[in-house]
């Protein structure tokens, strides 16, 4: 898909104007991505946790598992909210309410005597890691258009790799000195240090001159601008239903890996971490790929690998052969082809709509973790056991192997069609 040349000039004179503001590309990829890693350090931090959570209070392990599902509805809702608002109030202050409000439901969750009050705390902690998130991005979308804000994406999942790597561990570490309750005052901490970071290290990269009017008419328009984008949509839904397994693996991987294979929360962090490796190792080699291939290429090809691991995966646990080897191996290998699909699919549709990145942002991000809300109690429902795990992967990842494939076949004029795309993989 090619970006058109308005587009790109207007990346490019973009650029230009905040030359005079904007940190070296190093430093804001550093910046921002520990700004997006305030989400999966939310996310990931208190998974050793739950099943202690489900026992203390006194609740099955789907139910516990909705504070997860109110953590993913926050972070999609918020994401919609303030997209709009970046993309009119510019993006610093949305940013720093934000991580203010992810501070105070920390604290409501530290003190949360019961699963409901649990469960609304972590949709408003949700909330506020979405300022984080969508900003960050949106400020890829304000500074790089197309390869480039691929480019940079993959070097952000680098950054963002870290947090699914190092959140079990410390949360791990806070449970073997104390309850649950307080790897929420970690959250507090890291909240904290984002806020300080942020406001000493990221400029504006919005200028007046690209703000929107902060109506309701114009924010609408600007939705139903992007939801007319049929290939705009499309790309979402990839983007969405591609993390889709990345969200099924943290809803069951403790309840499988602690339960059913009896792992403590020291191997379980160590399990899950390497899943993370291999995530973020495919984001690196996809920049030497976006080097010779276009960013939907990698996505086609990087999704067919994926169902076809997948396949195997719930062949495996159909058979009930394999063993942890069996489980951990195929988990791998999806999250390793997700590692290209994350950065590529939302590179190229925040490229359509440079204009309004910050709302664009927002839809990206509302369908990444509103789909993952979505999926996290479906696993639960499903036996929070191997077959359940394969099956929503698996089913994740075709769903966005066809829909990309789709994307071809609206439009023949675009440099990317279903028929190229049948040729690769032929």
Known sequence: MAVSTDVTSGAESATAERESVTPGRTKMILVLGALVALGPLTIDMYLPA???????????????????????????????????????????????????????ASVLCLLAPNITVLGLARGLQGMGAAAAMVVAIAVVGDLFADS????????????????????????????????????FAA???????????????????????????LKVRGIGA??????????????????????????????????????????DQQAFALVFGAGAVALIGATQFNVVLLRRFAPQTITVWALAAASLAGAVFIGLTVAGVGGLAGFVVPVWAILGAMGFVIPNAPAVALSRHPDAAGTAAAVLGAGQFGLGAAVAPLVGVLGNDEFALALVMTAGVLVALFALLAVGAQSRDDDVNADDMLAELA
């Open 50 to 104: 739950l099943p202690g959570i489900a026992d203390e209070l006194h609740v099955s392990s789907s139910v516990a598992q909705l504070t997860l599902t109110g953590t993913l509805a926050g972070l999609a809702l918020g994401q919609l909210i303030v997209g709009p608002l970046s993309d009119s109030l510019g993006r610093r202050r949305p940013l720093m309410a934000g991580i203010v409000l992810h501070m105070l």
């Open 148 to 183: 480039v804000a691929a480019t940079v994406m993959s070097r952000l999942m680098l950054v963002l790799g870290v947090a699914p790597v190092v959140a079990p561990s410390l949360g791990a570490a806070v449970l073997l000195q104390a309850s649950w309750h307080w790897v």
């Open 187 to 213: 959250l507090v901490l890291l909240a904290g240090a984002l806020l300080v970071m942020a406001a000493l290290a990221l400029p504006e990269t919005l200028p007046l001159s690209h703000r929107r009017p």
């Open 222 to 263: 600007t939705y139903l601008e992007l939801l007319r984008d049929v290939r705009f949509v499309i790309l979402v839904l990839v983007a969405a239903l591609g993390m889709s397994g990345l969200f099924a693996y943290i809803a069951g991987a403790s309840f499988v890996l602690q339960g059913r294979y009896g792992l």
